[in-house]
Every structure is written in structure tokens, then in C-alpha cells.
């Protein structure tokens, strides 16, 4: 067998990918971290059709360094939606295991302690390449990824908000706070921005929008993984333009830190808020989440949505959901559009 040397082509060679479910509907789900990767776990299921569009704004932890360290795209929200999108055979579990597995020294401090050995990799693709889509296709055909993961925009972004902090005296003034990790901890934003307010989207992204049958927005942590789509004002444009429908997945969880007291109908009002022209035609929710049921439903036909309702969390006290369970829901609501 023969040493491949030089720069890699752009396109990865074929055959690399594990086996595909039957066809289904064209399907791209946008968000980021965890409640993207949930998305992506369901909708393998259901369609080989599939595209991550996912937000590229992080700033802490291996994803931060390496960003700030190389001047690259966050890459820790890709690795997470390439895993998710990973073959149910050993080939693909094995990779899944390599792409999250974090360095630890015994002692601690050294210089790769706590970074993914996925970002590392993609990283790695992007200096021999010189192109970030193409870098995250080659990682998707060594995965057997089942669908293609792109990045949101083209550049990293910054995100910006202002919070609101009560004094000892009971007076409150709003201070500004920058970057997605402070973001994410800060209690109740009152408003958030993207940097630069003018940042490219991904041309692919757009694209994959502009064709697909079904786009799904949702869940993940609502102003720093879910918002930021709607911020992003060419992926805005292209989510309103879109002649694909469109499903909205709610949070188990409300009141986070990033969302402090808001019920889920406020999680709507704010979707409408920063981009009043954006419509949804379903709302999946689970019952459990939604504490006032009338409030949520015309917060949803603000929107031009159906409230659907079904128990997507798993088992247990964490608010996670379940594939199999959120697949199923998925599933319904294609099928009856």
C-alpha cells in the first residue's frame, strides 16, 4: 500500500463512510453544543439526508485556546455534531470515543490537558487543507459521519450581551459582557449581539437551508447556541426565506442559568423579539417543560406555529432527551406536513 504525501485534495475520497439509512427528507438542524448534539442523535435515525449547521462563537475551555492560540474557527460544537452524526458500527463508536476523549496528565498542567482529541484533529485538517468545510468533510468520511456538518459562518464570532447586576443597596445597573462562556453563566441577558454585526455566513449553509425539506431549529441554550442563527444576518435572511418548513425544539429545562426565570413562552417572545419576521410551523415541546400551556400556545401562533407536544426526555433527574424518543417525534411531525 502506498504513503499518501503532499496536501490532501479538498474533496475526501469516497467509501470511507459507513452504511446509510433509506433516504428521507432533506433535513438541516441548526444549533450548537449539546442540544445540537441531541438533534443530530434523533435525525440520523430518520434520513441520510442530514446537515449540522452549527453556531461558532465559544470561546472557553480547548476551544477557546485553540482559537485564540491559531486563529481557528471554535471547533469543540463541531466535533460534538460530527460525533453525534457518528455510524452505529464499531467503526463508528470507536471514533465517536477518539474524537471526545480529553487529554489528562497525571499531575496536571501539561500543555494538552483538557483538550479533545476531535478538536485537535480538526484543527489539524484546517492547516493542511487551508479550508474549514473541507476539513470538517474529510472528518466526517473518516467518522462514517451520517450527514455533513458546516459552521455557521466562516469566521469565529463573538458574542456580546448586557446584564443586569443589582447592587447591595438594591439599585441595579446593566454592564456589558463578552464571550460566549460569560454569556452562558450571566443570569438574565437583556440583550445580545453578534461580533462583527456583518460576519459571512457559510455559503454551503445557506445553500443546504435554501434546499431542504425540513430545518430545524432548537434545542440548546436559547441566547448562545439557538439565538445566534437568528442573529447571523445573512442566516437569518436565508431561515426566513426558505420554502422548507420549519420545527422549533423547546428545552427541557427553562430556568437556566443563561435564561434565569423565563417560562417557555418567554423562550418565544424572544425568538420574535430579535427577528420578528421569522415563522416556525411547529413548536415540539415536552408537557413537563411547559408550565402554562394557554400562554405557550399563543406564544407559538406569534410565531405562525402549531404547539406539538410530546415526552422527548429520558429516563432520569437530568434534563436530557432522549434519541429514540425525540426521533419518534421527529418522525410525526415530518409525516404529517
Known amino acids: 500500500m502506498g504513503v499518501l504525501t503532499g496536501p490532501l485534495p479538498l474533496i475526501p475520497p469516497t467509501g470511507l463512510t459507513g452504511s446509510q439509512p433509506a433516504k428521507g427528507p432533506t433535513v438541516v438542524a441548526l444549533g450548537g ?21 452549527v453556531t ?17 474557527l471554535p471547533p469543540g460544537d463541531l466535533r460534538m455534531a460530527l460525533s453525534a452524526l457518528c455510524d452505529d458500527t464499531d467503526w463508528g463508536r470507536t471514533w465517536r470515543d477518539v474524537m471526545q476523549h480529553r487529554f489528562r496528565s497525571a499531575r496536571g498542567g501539561a500543555s494538552l490537558d483538557e483538550h479533545a482529541m476531535g478538536n485537535l484533529l480538526i484543527v489539524t485538517l484546517w492547516e493542511l487543507l ?10 466526517g468520511a473518516l467518522l462514517g459521519a451520517r450527514g455533513q456538518v458546516l459552521p455557521m459562518s466562516t469566521v469565529p464570532l463573538t458574542i456580546e450581551g ?14 456589558t459582557i463578552t464571550g460566549q462562556a460569560r454569556c452562558a453563566v450571566a443570569g438574565s ?12 455566513a457559510c455559503v454551503e449553509a445557506l ?24 442573529l447571523l444576518p445573512e442566516m437569518r435572511q436565508a431561515l426566513c426565506d426558505t420554502p422548507a418548513k420549519r420545527c422549533l425544539t423547546m428545552n427541557l429545562a427553562m430556568d437556566t442559568k443563561e435564561t434565569s426565570g423565563m417560562s417557555a413562552a ?14 416556525a410551523d411547529v413548536v415540539l415541546a415536552d408537557p413537563a417543560s411547559v408550565s402554562d400551556l394557554a400562554e405557550f400556545e399563543r406564544a407559538a401562533g406569534m410565531i405562525g406555529a402549531e404547539v406539538v407536544l410530546g415526552r422527548v426526555g429520558a429516563s432520569g433527574r437530568r434534563p436530557v432527551h432522549d434519541p429514540l424518543r425525540l426521533a419518534t417525534a421527529y418522525q410525526d411531525i415530518f409525516g404529517n406536513s
Do not use: I
Open 130 to 139: 487551508g479550508d474549514a468545510v473541507a476539513g470538517l468533510k474529510w472528518a
Open 189 to 200: 441577558l437583556e440583550s445580545v449581539r453578534l461580533l462583527p454585526e456583518q460576519a459571512p
Open 56 to 72: 461558532v462563537a465559544d470561546d472557553g475551555g480547548s476551544s477557546g485556546r485553540l482559537r485564540e492560540e491559531y486563529g481557528v
Open 162 to 175: 448586557d446584564v443586569r447586576v443589582t447592587a447591595p443597596d438594591g439599585s441595579s445597573t446593566v454592564t
Open 33 to 53: 453544543g449539546h442540544g445540537l448534539s441531541a438533534s443530530l442523535s434523533a435525525l440520523r435515525l430518520l434520513t441520510s439526508e442530514l446537515t449540522a449547521v
Open 207 to 230: 445553500t443546504a437551508v435554501e434546499l431542504a425539506d425540513w430545518v430545524v431549529l432548537g434545542p440548546g441554550s436559547w441566547y448562545t447556541s439557538v439565538l445566534p442563527h437568528l
Open 266 to 279: 418567554d423562550h418565544l417572545h424572544v425568538l420574535r423579539d430579535y427577528a420578528p419576521e421569522f415563522s
